[in-house]
Each structure stands twice: as structure tokens, then as C-alpha cells.
């Protein structure tokens, strides 16, 4: 699987810590549909604190939901396998989490009158919108889809190093900052994945 930025390593490292709870969840009987949908709540919750300039509280929120979006696919294995309907709950929160981290940014940038900030944010929201809409349109077609620096864990993980760096600074310039660089490495992956998927069908073309 790719994950763009983000150090394989660095995953591997959470899915070890996670399985045992993940584990003792299935044991316990809890369904791993729970989890995605406590941990997307937990997402807008921390969405909604940053948006309202508490970076410190606003990040380790973020952080949490977004373990818990990483430990209900644990957990639907360690109880036999994920059903259909769960791979869909989660893909359709993902596109709800993602709304709500770009529209947190929107929503600071112009309290606090930052009009680059407004203007990065909503590039943002348009194309990881539309980074997972072509992965879906490929794989109906037969195809991956899925190339690309910057998939949505990657995307999410610099976001909240980037509150976290602002609370750390107490600057929300180094906020702005991410926001503006998680753009554009979204952008390109937007491009990188139109272009695999052109090329894959010019490849079929031809055979």
C-alpha cells in the first residue's frame, strides 16, 4: 500500500502498538463500525477546536481520532475480516474528516483575517476531494489508482504536525504553512494519479 511521505517505518510502528487493543476490541465484541464512527466524531471535535485557534487541545484531539480511524481496520481483521458496507463507512467518514480538517483552516483563516490561509485551504478541500474521486473512477475501470506523495494518512499526519508546530511556536504562520504545503503536494498527487491512470489506458490501447 502506499503512503506517500509518510515512513513506512512509521506505520508499521502504529499498527504494532494498536494490534493488542485492537485485539482486546474484538475479544470484547466491539465492532470495528463503532470505532470508525467514534473516530471520525473525535475528528470534527478536534477540527472544531482548531478552527477556533486552540492548536495544543486541537492536535492531540486530531491525533486520537486519528489513531482511531487507523485501529478499526486492525480490529475488522482481528474479528474474522471487514465486511463491504464497512469498507464503505470508512471511505465515506474519511471524505466527511477530510472536509472537516479543510474546512477548520477555512474557518480560522478568516477569523483571524488571513486571506492566503482561506485561499489554500479551499484549494485544499477541492483537491483531496478529488484525489480519492479518480482512485474510486480507476478502480471501476479496472485500475489502482492509488499513486501518488501524498494519500489522505500522509495528508493527515503533516496536518497535525503542523497544529501541533504551531502550538510548540505559539506562531499560527507555521500552520499556514503546512496548510499551503499539504496543498500542493495534494495537487501533485492529483496530477501524478491522472497521469497513471492516462497512461495505464493508452497501455491497454495498445495491446
Not at 160 to 181: C, K, M, N, P, S
Amino acid at each position: 500500500m502506499n503512503h506517500g511521505v509518510v515512513p513506512a517505518v512509521v506505520v508499521d510502528g502504529t499498527r504494532s502498538i494498536l494490534a493488542p487493543l485492537a485485539r482486546l476490541l474484538a475479544r470484547l465484541g466491539v465492532h470495528a463500525n463503532a470505532v470508525t464512527v467514534v473516530g471520525v466524531i473525535v475528528t470534527l471535535a478536534g477540527a472544531v477546536v482548531v478552527a477556533g485557534g486552540q492548536p495544543l487541545a486541537g492536535g492531540l484531539v486530531l491525533l486520537a481520532g486519528t489513531l482511531a480511524d487507523a485501529l478499526d481496520g486492525q480490529l475488522a481483521r482481528a474479528s474474522g475480516g471487514g465486511t463491504r458496507f464497512g469498507a464503505f463507512l470508512d471511505s465515506t467518514l474519511d471524505r466527511v474528516a477530510d472536509g472537516a480538517l479543510a474546512g477548520a483552516a477555512i474557518w480560522l483563516g478568516h477569523s483571524t483575517a488571513h486571506a492566503t490561509l482561506v485561499a489554500s485551504s479551499l484549494a485544499l478541500f477541492l483537491a483531496s476531494s478529488l484525489v480519492p474521486y479518480v482512485r474510486a473512477k480507476a478502480e471501476t475501470l479496472g485500475l489502482r489508482g492509488d499513486v501518488g506523495i501524498a494519500p489522505r494518512e500522509a495528508r493527515v499526519a503533516l496536518y497535525i504536525i503542523g497544529v501541533l508546530i504551531w502550538a510548540a511556536l505559539a506562531d499560527q504562520r507555521a500552520f499556514e504553512v503546512t496548510v499551503a504545503v499539504i496543498t500542493l503536494l495534494t495537487s501533485y498527487t492529483l496530477v501524478e494519479r491522472v497521469r497513471d491512470v492516462a497512461r495505464a489506458l493508452k497501455n491497454e490501447g495498445k495491446r
